[in-house]
């Protein structure tokens, strides 16, 4: 019963350098989202992809790359990682509207 | 522009309390507002509302939207310690491609 599955859980990046985040369901979902969560903020899309191939930004997306590489995985990438990219990382996926989004446990990224 | 602010952002009760968490929300085309729990990880979903006036009640918890005030509440009877968390408010606007727009979140404490 795994759900929502993110990898890495934690990493330690320099300015400059690159990653990308893998986010992976088995719900069948439809939609999944990446979303950041800095203290005092609550949680702010970055992307979201509505359907496989299709991609569309979120409310902070300078920065960041995603792709929809099949239906059940959604990955994000930090071309050239600058420290205002620290933070919490949640990948979540839902069947489409009105129904509850399930989250991945998180990847706790620093960027120094 | 969309926006959902939670209050009070903080809290600490005793067990045995009741509390109410505040949710208010100004957005286009609203959909449905979720209320999430928050421990460590992964945000967990407790309720989505969709009517204004139906009270989704499950144990302790329960809550209610008003979509004339455009506003939720939260309750929280009997309050235990594992209830520490923070409780985030959602709300899904627009299209239907279920993606949340996030309050602050509101950080509870219980103590014993």
């Known amino acids: 019963n795994a759900g929502v599955t993110q990898t890495p859980k934690f990493q330690v990046l320099k300015t400059g350098q690159s990653m990308t985040l893998q986010c992976a369901q088995d719900?069948?979902?439809?939609?999944m989202y990446w979303y950041r969560q800095d203290p005092g903020m609550g949680l702010r899309l970055i992307y979201y992809s509505a359907s496989e191939g299709t991609t569309d930004k979120g409310e902070v997306p300078n920065g960041y790359n995603v792709s929809r590489l099949n239906k059940r995985e959604f990955s994000l990438r930090l071309e050239s990682a600058a420290p205002s990219q620290t933070s919490v990382y949640f990948c979540a996926s839902s069947e489409r509207g009105n129904t509850e989004a399930f989250f991945g446990q998180g990847t706790r990224l620093t960027v120094v | 522009e969309d926006k959902v602010v939670q209050s009070p952002l903080s809290l600490v009760v005793h067990e045995g309390d009741t509390v109410t968490l505040n949710c208010s929300y100004e957005v286009t085309n609203f959909r449905s507002l979720l209320w999430y729990k928050q421990e460590k990880k992964a945000p967990t979903f407790l309720f989505m509302l969709t009517s204004s006036g139906i009270e989704k009640k499950s144990g302790r918890l329960s809550s209610i939207l008003d979509k004339k005030e455009l506003f939720s509440i939260l309750n929280i009877t009997a309050t235990q310690t594992g209830d520490s968390a923070v409780y985030l408010c959602?709300?899904?606007?627009?299209?239907?491609?279920?993606?949340?727009?996030f309050g602050q979140g509101t950080t509870l404490q219980v103590k014993p």
């Open positions: 719900m069948n979902h439809n939609s």
């Open positions: 959602a709300v899904e606007a627009a299209s239907n491609t279920g993606k949340l727009i």
